[in-house]
């Protein structure tokens, strides 16, 4: 059992190998497994990707079957959803926001660590199905019929519908967790309007998440007993209505875009300041249309169903609705341009990416405000238009700002800088590989061609256009690589980074890189926003690395894993059987009862 100096004063003992990592309940530890697999879904969802787009890189193409393509472009968007945006975010989540805020922990680290457990089995689950009949190949949405017995025979629906139910989850855990550590453990004198605007994200996020989940729960319960059962939710035979599960899905689906886009917003208000050497223009407008963007997200699902007939009422109200949500998020791209405006611009690679994140999510903003009319939007609807602004929103805006986030705290993680030559190389290459795969498709998409299809015909116009997007995708991928080469060689021989490379204003940079495992020695008084910008403030927070007297920390613990491994099998078991199912039961019993009586000491 390793210590370090700074641990044996505080009276904490750091523990190494692999088996401290299965049971670690360190929120930064739980960040890095967090953020450790979603880079690997990530690169998973890529190759999906890219097999999608050679298959459609010239007319009549026979890369894949039509099946697998389906399965394809299913799991692509489901993996790159839920196994990559979304736990990216929360790797940030874990690592962070304890510190942006002055705390040592997390409200409840075991469950933090238990979120985790459950949200890598739930990915290894349903990326099961590939090698056991078949993966998933209704589309990411899930639109009934598709998903009915008739049309979906096999298992691939069945893995889905358990697996985001797993997946969900962990989503919850965490999604509470963070709630009560924000609303309750924040230092000394950090009243609300001091908190950094990626803690506010957060806060506006996990409110959603606890919101949304259920929605998506009990669709994906009637659709079990659709398949499992007999029933008749969905069945349009039964006297049921297939439009039930798009409202269930949309009224959860929509707030879920603001679930992806909403921390990446966050970091990009961390970033901006930092670089512009300049306090975030409008504090409090940002934070309030923050808040308001997460209301009004409750707001707008239909907007996705405006051609299924819903009337002029309904059409009018939801045209409006979209139209609105529009303003906060137009607030906020002009307080990022007054923040920069006369700043003294550094343009660190963290800098392009939070650049490049309000210049390519203002397009997809702005090709996503023309769906807010119903007579354009039924001329866009399931054409590849409405796949250029999916992308434009979540590759060019999440992807982008986690991108930032990653260049940006990555010194705090790690204690290494990523080297910034290739930093630079990964953002251009980046940037021009994106909007040449993603921008052609507004113009196939306005030329009629329709998205989810295996192939096109040689005389409807679309060959170039593609061409040029697979030509793009093949690109996003040596940037990418980039980039994995990046981290592994400055993880290898990086340079130091000190306790704040950047001359950040936030709490997390008070504190050495990486950070202990007690994070603060003496919990700071905070008494400004932007701490370290301040003399007063600074003062006080530097007293963080001071440690005074004897630190608890909670101890180290497997029962959060053999409880979500218990919880996963018995979900699991509606699909393998009984004898799946039931010893899942008994070992999630005995995992909760056991990590319930366990001591904090």
């Not at 505080?10 to 088996?19: C, P």
């Not at 968007?77 to 304890?98: E, K, Q, R, Y």
């Not at 796949?387 to 979540?394: F, G, K, N, P, R």
Request: charged letters at 10%; hydrophobic letters at 55%.
């Amino acid at each position: 059992m390793a210590t370090t100096a700074a641990a044996l004063d505080a009276g904490v003992k750091t523990e190494s190998g692999v088996w401290s990592w299965i049971t670690t309940v360190d929120h930064k530890r739980v960040g890095f497994l967090y953020g450790t697999t979603a880079l690997i879904f990530f690169l998973i969802g890529g190759v999906e990707a890219l097999a999608i787009r050679i298959q459609l890189m010239r007319p009549d193409n026979h890369f894949v079957s039509p099946d697998f393509y389906n399965q394809l472009f299913t799991m692509h968007a489901t993996t790159m959803i839920f196994m990559a945006v979304m736990p990216l975010s929360a790797s940030f989540f874990n690592f962070m926001i304890p510190l942006m805020i002055g705390a040592r922990d997390v409200a409840f680290p075991r469950l933090n660590a238990f979120s985790y457990w459950v949200f890598l089995l739930g990915c290894v689950f349903m990326n099961l199905s590939f090698v056991m009949g078949g993966a998933p190949d209704a589309g990411w949405f899930g639109y009934s019929n598709l998903t009915s017995k008739q049309f979906s025979p096999g298992h691939g629906v069945d893995f889905w519908a358990i697996g985001l139910q797993i997946l969900g989850i962990a989503s919850l855990a965490a999604a509470f967790n963070f709630i009560v550590t924000i609303i309750n453990m924040r230092a000394p004198g950090m009243r609300l309007m001091r908190m950094p605007v990626f803690v506010w994200m957060t806060l506006v996020t996990s409110f959603l998440i606890i919101l949304a989940f259920p929605v998506i729960t009990v669709a994906l319960v009637f659709l079990l007993f659709d398949r499992f059962v007999g029933t008749h939710f969905f069945i349009p035979q039964a006297g049921a209505d297939p439009l039930l599960w798009q409202h269930l899905f949309w009224l959860f689906g929509h707030p879920e875009v603001y679930i992806l886009i909403l921390p990446a917003m966050g970091i990009v208000s961390e970033v901006l300041p930092t670089f512009s050497r300049k306090p975030l223009f409008g504090y409090p407008v940002v934070v309030y249309s923050g808040i308001f963007i997460g209301f009004m997200g409750w707001g707008v699902w239909s907007h996705h169903m405006f051609s299924v007939g819903l009337g002029p009422l309904a059409d009018s109200f939801f045209a409006l609705s979209t139209m609105l949500i529009a303003i906060p998020t137009g607030v906020k791209i002009f307080n990022w341009l007054g923040t920069m405006w006369g700043g003294r611009l550094e343009l660190k690679t963290a800098m392009l990416f939070a650049v490049g994140f309000i210049i390519l999510f203002t397009m997809g903003g702005l090709s996503g405000f023309m769906h807010a009319s119903p007579p354009a939007d039924l001329q866009q609807t399931d054409t590849y238009f409405v796949v250029a602004h999916i992308h434009y929103v979540l590759f060019g805006g999440a992807i982008m700002g986690i991108f930032a986030g990653i260049y940006y705290w990555f010194p705090k993680m790690t204690g290494r800088v990523l080297d910034e030559r290739l930093g630079q190389i990964h953002f251009w290459l980046q940037l021009v590989a994106m909007n040449l795969t993603f921008f052609p498709m507004h113009f196939v998409g306005l030329l009629g061609m329709p998205r989810r299809v295996y192939t096109y015909g040689a005389n409807l116009g679309f060959n170039e256009m593609n061409f040029w997007s697979t030509i793009g995708a093949l690109l996003l991928a040596p940037a990418i690589l980039v980039f994995v080469y990046n981290i592994l060689v400055t993880l290898r021989s990086g340079r130091p980074a000190g306790n704040d490379p950047w001359g950040g204003g936030t709490l997390e940079w008070a504190i050495p890189s990486p950070p202990p495992p007690y994070n603060f020695g003496t919990v700071p008084e905070i008494k400004s926003l932007d701490p370290l910008w301040h003399k007063e403030s600074r003062e006080a927070a530097l007293v963080a690395n001071q440690v005074r007297g004897h630190i608890h920390m909670p101890p180290n613990s497997h029962w959060p894993a053999v409880s979500a491994l218990g919880m996963s099998m018995l979900l699991s078991g509606m699909l393998f059987g009984w004898y799946v199912g039931i010893p899942g039961v008994i070992l999630m019993l005995f995992g909760f009862y056991n990590w319930a009586f366990e001591p904090c000491h």
